[in-house]
């Protein structure tokens, strides 16, 4: 079988790799940590850079990419530090991702 994640080779009726299931238990494991702390997290589990980098664009859950998923999570945790109350899901992370309005932020709006 290959993995569902980087499509290598898995073992025996498993759905995904050794690396890959790694990471999936490092990142269920400290979910709701910075992006800074994750990544080292991932690069300490001994998985190779490229699969780490295929892991955070995979969708494990449904729930949107794993990146995504830190992104909202941070994004909440800030809102709530803040005493805002909001709700940011991955899926609208993926939107503003997807739209690159993010990059427009350091200049004025056309008049």
């Not at 995979?58 to 803040?82: F, H, P, S, W």
Request: proline share 5%.
């Amino acid at each position: 079988m290959r993995c569902r994640i980087c499509m290598q080779p898995a073992r025996w009726w498993r759905r995904r790799c050794d690396d890959c299931r790694r990471l999936a238990t490092v990142f269920a494991a400290h979910r709701g940590a910075d992006m800074a702390t994750m990544m080292e997290l991932f690069v300490a589990s001994g998985a190779p850079r490229d699969k780490v980098e295929k892991f955070l664009s995979a969708d494990l859950d449904g729930e949107g990419a794993v990146c995504d998923q830190i992104a909202a999570d941070m994004t909440n945790d800030l809102l709530q530090a803040l005493g805002r109350a909001g709700r940011q899901t991955p899926r609208g992370v993926e939107y503003l991702r997807q739209r690159g309005g993010w990059m427009t932020l350091d200049r004025r709006p056309p008049e």
